[in-house]
């Protein structure tokens, strides 16, 4: 098992920023990729970005591309989404997961593979 919990998140003006923390307890987190997915009011939940075990690997869903950075301290446990620029479109609930990877580099996008999630904060930009 694999407990993830999500500190922050909040109310932002468009333009600014604001850091997502995703803090892990239970198995060993260096053995997992994880995602970061996002759910608007009214729509599904989309895949945002990912990071692999080591680091090394990220990717990012094209709307977020140059204003957003995943990152991770496997020391740690935690894993960050930085978000600068933010847009109005950007306001959802936000959730880390976590997938269990055998490669060190790889990176998971569909949101079904993930094993473990976190409870998902809340993030407001206010146009």
């Known amino acids: 098992q694999v407990q993830l919990v999500e500190p922050g998140g909040g109310y932002v003006q468009a333009g600014g920023s604001l850091r997502l923390s995703c803090v892990a307890s239970?198995?060993?987190?260096?053995?997992?990729?994880m995602g970061w997915f996002r759910q608007a009011p009214g729509k599904g939940r989309e895949f945002v970005s990912a990071?692999?075990?080591?680091?090394?690997?990220?990717y990012y869903t094209d709307s977020v591309k140059g204003r957003f950075t995943v990152s991770r301290d496997n020391g740690k446990n935690i894993v960050y989404l930085q978000m600068n620029s933010l847009k109005p479109e950007d306001t959802s609930v936000y959730y880390c997961?976590?997938?269990?990877?055998?490669?060190?580099?790889?990176?998971?996008?569909?949101?079904?593979?993930?094993?473990?999630w976190g409870q998902g904060t809340q993030v407001t930009v206010s146009s």
């Open positions: 239970g198995r060993t987190f260096s053995n997992y990729c």
């Open positions: 997961a976590a997938y269990p990877s055998r490669a060190p580099f790889t990176i998971m996008v569909g949101q079904d593979r993930y094993d473990y």
């Open positions: 990071i692999s075990r080591n680091g090394a690997s990220t």
